[in-house]
């Protein structure tokens, strides 16, 4: 199980390993967080490491956007099409649509200089994206169930099945 890293501000840093997190209570650098803990067994004893960790000195880190990119798009949108719905796992078109079968689909095409932003890709599945083609969604006659937004930090962060402890401190 991997540990939820604060700063001394209780926003979230990142998701370390146990041992990591062994290592800075052991040298005092942290404070517990929550009162869930893992137990790591030794030898010689146990020790228990709360699954949420807070630095005791505050750490600057400069403010900077979620980087974009195609991993970050597809789980940004869990794996569904922004213009049907259809979701990984489920049938359309006669075939089962697994996670690979997602593309990243551009709203203004690149041919017609659309960059590859948060705010202009999404996830799309194969149909939608051969019939949009490279056309607008206006101009294909297509409607987007959402509107694509540059994701918060945090949400890229932790992804997954994310501990119930953690959701305080991640404003989910």
């Given at each position: 199980?991997?540990?939820?890293l604060?700063?001394?501000?209780?926003?979230?840093?990142s998701?370390?390993?146990?041992?990591?997190?062994?290592?800075?209570?052991?040298?005092?650098?942290?404070?517990?967080?929550t009162?869930?803990?893992?137990?790591?067994?030794?030898?010689s004893?146990?020790?228990?490491i709360?699954?949420?960790?807070?630095?005791?000195?505050?750490?600057n880190?400069p403010?900077?956007?979620?980087r974009?990119?195609?991993k970050?798009?597809l789980?940004?949108?869990?794996?569904?099409?922004?213009y049907?719905?259809v979701?990984?796992?489920e049938?359309?078109?006669?075939?089962?649509?697994?996670?690979?079968?997602f593309?990243?689909?551009?709203?203004?095409?690149?041919?017609?200089?659309?960059?590859?932003?948060?705010?202009?890709?999404?996830?799309?599945c194969?149909?939608?994206?051969?019939?949009?083609?490279n056309?607008?969604?206006?101009?294909?006659?297509?409607?987007?169930?959402?509107?694509?937004?540059?994701p918060?930090?945090?949400?890229?962060?932790?992804?997954?099945?994310?501990?119930?402890a953690?959701?305080?401190?991640?404003?989910?």
């Amino acid at each position: 199980m991997a540990i939820l890293l604060l700063n001394a501000s209780y926003e979230p840093l990142s998701v370390i390993t146990q041992r990591r997190a062994m290592s800075l209570m052991l040298r005092e650098r942290v404070d517990a967080a929550t009162q869930d803990a893992v137990t790591i067994r030794s030898t010689s004893g146990s020790l228990a490491i709360p699954t949420v960790i807070r630095l005791r000195r505050y750490i600057n880190v400069p403010r900077r956007g979620a980087r974009w990119s195609r991993k970050g798009v597809l789980q940004r949108d869990e794996y569904q099409c922004i213009y049907c719905g259809v979701k990984a796992g489920e049938r359309k078109g006669g075939q089962i649509l697994g996670r690979s079968s997602f593309t990243v689909d551009h709203i203004i095409p690149r041919s017609r200089g659309g960059r590859s932003s948060w705010v202009n890709t999404a996830c799309a599945c194969p149909i939608c994206n051969n019939r949009k083609a490279n056309r607008t969604p206006h101009e294909a006659g297509m409607i987007m169930r959402w509107e694509p937004k540059t994701p918060r930090v945090t949400y890229l962060i932790a992804s997954g099945e994310i501990p119930a402890a953690w959701k305080i401190y991640l404003e989910m």
